[in-house]
């Protein structure tokens, strides 16, 4: 069983930056495959980034790449979302999922469904 903690959400002004970090409970965080995503107002949860277990393989959707940056401390059991340029439609819940099993590609990190540990999300609000 894995626990997970978002923190480092809150309000910026477009073309700002957010620190998120997770922190989660365990002692095999090591092995996870760790994921970020985000739900805004009225939309389904989408796919924003992940970062393989050992660190090696990173993810990021194409709204996203180039702007954010996903990293993960494995002595300290915390990922991180280090994002840059923020603009208004970045806004959102921002969750973070973590998966024990082997995942194969990009399909299968982007893939909510595969993830079995969720955070409760942190709010991130850019404004114009």
């Known amino acids: 069983q894995v626990q997970l903690v978002e923190s480092g959400g809150g309000l910026v002004q477009a073309g700002g930056s957010l620190r998120l970090s997770c922190a989660a409970s365990?002692?095999?965080?090591?092995?996870?495959?760790m994921g970020w995503f985000r739900q805004a107002p009225g939309k389904e949860r989408e796919f924003v980034s992940a970062?393989?277990?050992?660190?090696?393989?990173?993810y990021y959707a194409d709204s996203v790449k180039g702007r954010f940056t996903i990293s993960r401390e494995n002595s300290k059991n915390t990922v991180h979302l280090q994002m840059n340029s923020l603009k208004p439609e970045d806004t959102a819940v921002y969750y973070c999922?973590?998966?024990?099993?082997?995942?194969?590609?990009?399909?299968?990190?982007?893939?909510?469904?595969?993830?079995?540990?969720w955070g409760q999300g942190t709010q991130v609000t850019v404004s114009s």
């Open positions: 365990g002692r095999t965080f090591s092995t996870y495959a």
């Open positions: 999922a973590a998966e024990s099993r082997p995942l194969y590609g990009s399909r299968w990190y982007s893939n909510e469904a595969l993830y079995d540990y």
């Open positions: 970062i393989s277990a050992s660190g090696g393989s990173t």
